[in-house]
């Protein structure tokens, strides 16, 4: 019979050598009221579908992702872009105070910039194979879905994501997937259009939304497959050291829709306060 | 010609090999087609075969097969000794004209 100890060793070689996920172990984002929201992080081994508008702070996430990982967990990671300009990502990065090159040098992080045509054509993994081996990859960041579609027949993108995340998931790795949705005011959601909800096991939304004449970011957790989560849409913040994540929108109704309204109660105090002012 | 000097030469000859240099540089972990490349720096694949051929041979970048299209990449191992190299040469240079 195995002692527990052993099976601990046996999982942990599993988890390193082959890929295997440990069954409930959780992949931290490092951003503490983040995975506060995720009740302790994102699952290992899931694929993250991060979906939001241009400059919604999709990149800074995914980077502050994949760094987090390797400063604070020990996990090295790969970022994966389609984009023709990527050394913008490591100018981006070194903003937020993120030494994306130093962190190559020390073979922790690598930036892989590719056509999306030779990723389809690879499978991913004649392209990656030598990056896996050297880095041991346990985090990848696809930047991005939307771009991949591009590259493939009307309706071929949900088979193709399919693939691409089927076999992150063999090689043990939690991928985080960036989908730029250009419709992420009013009621409908893009991504759920394209059927990809279906695919990924969690989907973060990020969404600007427009209260008293100034644009916030929201963040809200639409599914999280097998766990509890944070349902509250949270305001966040992109400060000098990255994604910072506040309170909910607790005195608005209708944050989704794009056009939110204070809540009675709120309005209620409102008029309470304006009345006492004018008592004083 | 000293191994350093025929590296130098075979760099700095045209402005094609120079833009890839630097492409490669700021984008280490670029992987594409030679066609691809060339988009990236605003020319044809026609244009930049023969340097991408010449950086090749020189083993600053390196070809994989990737289904039925062949990449080029940069091989960092062998781009370290040629920047060591260079580097070497023109501490080496700046001495003699010093002395």
């Not at chain 1, 002692?3 to 999982?11: H, K």
């Not at chain 2, 920047?83 to 700046?94: G, Y």
Request: charged share 30%; hydrophobic share 40%; proline share 2%.
């Amino acid at each position: 019979m195995t002692s527990p100890a052993s099976r601990t060793r046996a999982s942990e070689f599993e988890h390193q050598f082959i890929g295997r996920t440990r069954e409930g172990a959780r992949v931290k984002t490092g951003i503490a009221e983040l995975d506060e929201m995720l009740r302790g992080g994102f699952m290992e081994g899931d694929a993250v579908l991060v979906a939001g508008s241009a400059g919604s702070g999709k990149t800074t996430l995914a980077l502050q992702y994949l760094v987090n990982g390797i400063v604070k967990f020990g996990e090295p990671g790969i970022y994966l872009t389609f984009e023709q300009m990527p050394d913008q990502i490591y100018r981006d990065a070194k903003n937020f105070g993120w030494d994306l090159r130093k962190m190559e040098e020390e073979n922790k992080f690598r930036l892989v910039c590719t056509s999306p045509d030779l990723l389809l054509e690879s499978q991913g993994e004649n392209l990656l194979d030598g990056v896996i081996d050297e880095l041991h990859p346990r985090r990848i960041v696809i930047d991005s879905l939307s771009h991949l579609e591009m590259f493939v027949a009307k309706g071929d993108l949900r088979k193709e994501a399919y693939r691409l995340v089927s076999f992150r998931k063999t090689k043990g790795m939690s991928s985080l997937l960036i989908w730029e949705a250009g419709q992420m005011s009013g009621n409908s959601f893009s991504v759920t259009e394209v059927g990809l909800s279906f695919l990924v096991d969690c989907i973060v939304a990020l969404k600007p939304v427009e209260i008293e004449s100034a644009v916030r970011k929201a963040l809200v957790i639409l599914k999280m497959r097998g766990s509890d989560h944070d349902k509250q849409l949270r305001q966040f913040e992109i400060t000098p050291a990255g994604i910072k994540i506040e309170s909910a929108f607790s005195n608005y109704e209708g944050v989704m829709t794009g056009s939110p309204r204070r809540v009675g109660s709120e309005k209620f105090m409102e008029m309470f306060r304006g009345a006492s002012e004018k008592h004083k | 010609m000293s191994e350093a000097q025929q590296v130098i030469a075979t760099l700095l000859s045209s402005q094609v090999r120079g833009e890839l240099l630097v492409l490669f540089h700021r984008n280490s972990g670029l992987v594409d087609t030679v066609d691809g490349v060339a988009r990236r720096i605003g020319r044809t694949g026609f244009a930049i075969e023969n340097d991408v051929r010449d950086l090749v041979k020189l083993g600053v970048l390196k070809t994989k097969k990737i289904g039925s299209s062949e990449v080029i990449l940069l091989d960092r191992a062998r781009d370290r000794e040629v920047l060591e190299t260079v580097a070497n040469h023109i501490k080496s240079v700046n001495r003699s004209e010093q002395n």
